[in-house]
């Protein structure tokens, strides 16, 4: 459970803040990230129980409940029905007092939530700042507006996001003593959908918060669960947000509490939450990974999540041994290739499909001991045909739908089948029962399982940045795109025009 408090001063008597505060359905009149907000039912504003129904300026829905009300305490406390975002249990309270010295009130907002533990810093920021500050900043501005005459409904540009707007993807904030608030350009999906709705934007860029760091980007790595997030199949991101989760790059401003990173550092991460695709943006540094000379910001960007996953799935998920024989199917790309590799390198008998025999000679060239170009011949009767009828111990298979069954068909008793992707559909639903038949074993890792704290990543990074000064990995250069022709690399990786890698490349 987290809890999150701020306070402030409004220099305005308690009477006009809390007649403010008190009306649970006049926050449209103050919050101008708030479109509209109606009462559900017809109840009155201050009736326990009522919930306001209200959409923000970029289309958002919210439902909240009012919990409690007391004009004789000048408290109330509400709870969240319905969000875009995942602020399970969210339970706020408002509070005012008088201030002793000045006709000024005390005001104090609260609340308790339980985010999702690799959301947990966003989400507290995005509750304070855009919540608690931005109503802080907008009343203030309500009450000197209307002591100065001005219109009671008309509302400044310049409070920050709504509570509700992803934490993935910054907003225009307020103008800071400093000068304008910084922007950046990046992809922002406000829809899911096709590769059409990766859209370039201007967008707006907070100073980090002192437990952050500011990354400008060099290279932002193209994986297919990017496709996941923007199809809405992964709910890593909830439309407006920025997609990508891979990006190398340099440090260019440090929160007070960080430590262990300067400006001007060369990092790398692969690793939630989403948001790599920018030119600039905030992030937590556990787990950023800091590049050494001979690792390349392109080398980095095309490999670090790919590289990371292979460690997993090669040495965790099913430990490859010599003499193993091993499937690897869509071996020609970005990931296929570094299993091909490894896993020949761990002394396995590296059997790969591919959909080409432009793709075939690629992965030949890797080591593949046999390769198999499924679009004219059944794999699962190649491989029972080269393993002499005993099928293979371990499949690594991240098609999905096209290929599980044969997947399954291919495998030696007691065979493992490691499903790590679906780019052509869902598996479906399977009877487990007739796995039984080959006491079949059937995986389906989580990359975040395996690398969501700075011990559990560390080891994956070490091992694959080893094999690549090692010589045993080879990460062939990537496929090059501008950041704005996103797009165009999606439909590109979802067709399977490319092999290897892909990056985007930011203008800065």
Request: proline residues 6%.
């Amino acid at each position: 459970m987290v809890r999150v408090c701020q306070s402030t001063i409004i220099d305005a008597p308690i009477e006009e803040v809390w007649a403010i505060l008190r009306d649970f359905n006049g926050h449209d009149r103050w919050h101008p990230a708030i479109a509209f907000s109606e009462i559900e039912g017809g109840e009155p504003v201050d009736a326990v129980g009522s919930v306001r129904h209200f959409r923000l300026a970029d289309g958002g829905e919210l439902r909240e409940q009012l919990l409690a009300l007391s004009d004789k305490d000048r408290r109330l406390s509400y709870c969240l029905l319905e969000a875009p975002l995942p602020l399970m249990g969210y339970v706020a309270s408002v509070r005012l007092k008088p201030v002793t010295d000045g006709n000024a009130t005390f005001w104090e907002w609260r609340s308790e939530f339980n985010p999702p533990a690799h959301r947990r810093d966003e989400l507290v920021r995005l509750v304070t700042e855009g919540i608690y500050q931005a109503g802080f900043a907008a009343v203030r501005t309500l009450l000197r507006r209307r002591s100065a005459g001005a219109p009671v409904d008309a509302r400044q540009p310049l409070a920050v996001a709504a509570s509700v707007l992803p934490p993935n993807m910054p907003r225009f904030v307020p103008t800071l003593s400093s000068g304008q608030a910084a922007t950046t350009r990046a992809i922002v999906v406000e829809r899911y959908g096709g590769p059409e709705e990766l859209q370039v934007r201007e967008i707006g860029l907070l100073p980090p918060t002192p437990n952050e760091v500011r990354i400008r980007h060099t290279v932002i790595g193209v994986n297919f669960i990017d496709v996941y997030c923007r199809t809405g199949f992964f709910d890593l991101l909830q439309p407006p947000g920025v997609p990508g989760m891979e990006a190398a790059g340099i440090i260019e401003a440090i929160g007070s509490a960080v430590s262990g990173f300067a400006v001007g550092d060369r990092v790398a991460y692969a690793c939630p939450p989403v948001g790599a695709y920018s030119e600039r943006r905030n992030m937590a540094p556990e787990l950023l990974v800091h590049l050494s000379d001979d690792i390349s910001d392109e080398i980095a960007a095309a490999g670090l999540l790919k590289g990371v996953s292979a460690s997993f799935l090669l040495h965790d998920v099913h430990a490859v041994k010599r003499g193993d024989i091993v499937l690897i199917h869509a071996a020609a790309g970005g990931i296929g290739q570094l299993l091909v590799q490894w896993a020949r390198h761990l002394g396995a008998t590296v059997i790969a499909t591919v959909s080409s025999d432009d793709k075939a000679r690629v992965v030949e060239r890797l080591g593949a001991h046999h390769v198999i170009v499924y679009s004219r011949e059944n794999f699962a009767e190649a491989v029972t045909r080269l393993t002499n009828g005993a099928g293979a111990d371990v499949v690594y298979d991240a098609v999905g739908n096209d290929t599980f069954a044969g997947s399954l068909a291919a495998l030696a008793v007691r065979g493992h089948l490691v499903s790590f992707g679906q780019a052509s559909g869902p598996v479906g639903n399977w009877d487990i029962g007739s796995f039984a038949s080959k006491s079949l074993t059937i995986s389906r890792p989580n990359y975040a399982h395996y690398t969501d704290t700075p011990e559990k990543l560390a080891p994956h990074v070490t091992r694959f940045f080893q094999a690549l000064r090692q010589g045993v990995l080879r990460v062939e250069a990537p496929t090059r795109y501008d950041l704005a022709d996103a797009a165009e690399a999606h439909r590109d990786l979802e067709s399977r025009r490319t092999t290897g890698a892909l990056v985007l490349l930011p203008r800065s």
